[in-house]
């Protein structure tokens, strides 16, 4: 809240200096130009306006850092998993299993996220299970809640680790498997739209504007060929561009 007013304090001296100087014509705002106290109010509402944009950003950033943890465990979720199978497939007792991993290297599984269940036995005197139940409880991803309570179940009940870390870790792969297979099918459905929308349709278009140019006249008070030039060099590569961060958003990390 302090950031959104210091942001419209700011930007409504910004404003009001554009506003004065004769920005207000190239944004829509000439009639603001004329008049001290319209340009005051329309100063007023723009600096409103940025200091709501503000606070949208500031609120929108912890929801961000959010899912980009959420995204990170699990993306590296079912190598963690894997490595524990190993682990205790080989009889290592759970204390050990958690600091072995801990010690891993952190672009490759979540050795910092184990870490601080290592950290709350060292440092707090908490017991395993307490420790893990603690990161459950402030973990945003469901599949790595489940790998942890299920951990501390295993402990709680002496029951068999081996089969406990083979099992969810075939349900963690048998999951990345039918997301990656989704990916591969919605591809296809964006590919057939990449054709259509940045192919097919410019293609059409531009032959029918080449008609109407060699006939002569405009499209709406804009001339053809500024209008080619605008689809050809401005809307087509920024289409290209959404394209491509929507694959990026889309596919699946690791």
Known sequence: IFASM?????????????????????????????NFLFTFLAALVLSLLTGMVVLGAFYMIPFMKLGS??????????????????LASAGVNPDRILRSTAEKDPKFMLSDEIANVVGRID????????????????????????????????IRTGGDMKKFF???????????????????????IIAETYVLMLIAFPLMLVTMLSIMASIGGSLGGVGIMSLMYLMAFILIPICGILFLFLLDAMQPKG
């Not at 304090?9 to 910004?14: E, M, N, P, T, Y």
């Not at 943890?69 to 190993?86: A, C, G, K, W």
């Not at 005197?125 to 179940?153: C, H, K, M, W």
């Not at 349900?171 to 997301?179: D, G, P, T, V, Y």
Request: aromatic share 14%; charged share 15%; proline share 2%.
């Open 6 to 34: 210091l942001g419209t304090a700011i930007s409504f001296v910004v404003w009001l200096l554009l506003l004065t100087i004769g920005f207000g014509d190239a944004i829509g705002f000439g009639w603001a130009t004329g």
């Open 69 to 86: 943890r959420r995204q990170r465990l699990e993306q590296f979720l079912p190598f963690t998993s894997s490595y524990m199978t190993v």
């Open 123 to 154: 440092l707090l005197g908490y017991d395993v299970i307490t420790a893990l139940n603690a990161e459950v409880e402030r973990s945003p991803s469901t599949s790595y809640q489940d790998l942890l309570r299920g951990f501390a179940g295993v």
């Open 166 to 188: 083979q099992g969810i870790t075939d349900h963690f792969f048998q999951k990345r498997a039918l997301s990656v297979q989704s990916f591969i099918d919605t591809l296809g």
